[in-house]
């Protein structure tokens, strides 16, 4: 397993930006996928974003396309979320999550990752 370390939540306005950061991605096989999740009270976990960090695949949920960007920065050993038109219904819990492997089409299911940051809160006002 790989310890992540998940940061960069607050409190913003709706249309504002935050910008979420996972360090300790190690770009070691157990983390060449890591994935963004979100959990919003009440609600179950849904995978946001995912990508290949040995490549420049990345996957994204609808909701969130066009509006958020998941990136790398190798020297950093960090993956990163930029949130950007954020919406009331973006609110949640996030965390960072990382995996050896992951389905094309099963990337957003958080079985298939089994290292976990501690999550970071973003809350969005109207």
């Known amino acids: 397993q790989v310890q992540l370390v998940d940061s960069g939540g607050g409190s913003v306005q709706a249309g504002g930006s935050l910008r979420l950061s996972c360090a300790g991605a190690?770009?070691?096989?157990?983390?060449?996928?890591v994935g963004w999740f979100r959990q919003a009270p009440g609600k179950e976990r849904e995978g946001v974003a995912s990508i290949y960090t040995r490549g420049d695949t990345t996957y994204y949920a609808d909701s969130v396309k066009g509006r958020f960007t998941i990136s790398q920065d190798r020297a950093k050993n960090t993956v990163y979320l930029q949130m950007d038109s954020l919406k009331p219904e973006d609110t949640g819990m996030y965390y960072c999550?990382?995996?050896?492997?992951?389905?094309?089409?099963?990337?957003?299911?958080?079985?298939?990752?089994?290292?976990w940051g501690q999550g970071t809160q973003v809350t969005v006002s109207s």
């Open positions: 999550a990382a995996s050896a492997w992951v389905g094309i089409n099963t990337w957003y299911r958080d079985t298939e990752y089994n290292s």
């Open positions: 190690r770009y070691t096989y157990s983390s060449q996928y």
